[in-house]
């Protein structure tokens, strides 16, 4: 009777073990997978490593250098009005996203979506928006700042410090994102 119970029990834990394996499987096969990735990225690095790639690092660069997140409150020329918040979204494929809000205790917010581009020589970034035909355009200072300027291009009345955004994550401080 006990060797019976000892091979119901041998068997049992072999079933168990048998139905346990299959779900280790995947885990194993998912490292091998990784292991043939980095050995042919390996292998390319070996066969690529004279070729010259700084044509699409440096396009990539400067896309890259332009993207992300502005924020900054500018003054207005209106009358009883304390200037607004301005948050601009640079986004991939030269999308942007501005959105305006008067600085007033529940003041709406106005979005605004179109198209961005850059003049390399003059360092200004124009956006165009995709519901009229409203162009705005900023002064490139650095890869986080910019300066808003006149529609035509030519910088505001005052000083220029006012009409400042600062990029996100290129400030130093955040108090430049007000809510």
Excluded at 87 to 104: C, D, E, M, P
């Amino acid at each position: 009777m006990q060797t019976l119970t000892r091979k119901i029990k041998k068997n049992v834990t072999v079933i168990f073990l048998g139905a346990l394996l299959p779900t280790l499987n995947p885990a194993w096969a998912e490292s091998d997978k990784q292991l043939q990735e980095k050995t042919l990225k390996a292998r390319e690095m070996i066969h690529q490593k004279d070729m010259d790639h700084s044509a699409h690092t440096d396009l990539a660069d400067k896309t890259e250098g332009f993207r992300g997140v502005f924020y900054g409150y500018l003054p207005c020329k209106e009358k009883d009005c304390d200037g607004f918040k301005m948050t601009l979204s640079l986004k991939q494929k030269n999308n942007y996203l501005l959105v305006t809000q008067y600085a007033k205790a529940s003041s709406r917010e106005f979005y605004e979506k179109g198209k961005y581009d850059w003049d390399d020589k003059t360092h200004i970034l124009s956006l165009t928006s995709n519901k009229n035909d409203l162009n705005r355009k900023f002064s490139i200072k650095d890869e986080g700042t910019l300066i808003q300027l006149n529609s035509d291009g030519t910088p505001m009345l005052g000083d220029q410090d006012d009409y400042t955004l600062a990029r996100s994550d290129k400030s130093k401080s955040r108090e430049v994102h007000i809510h």
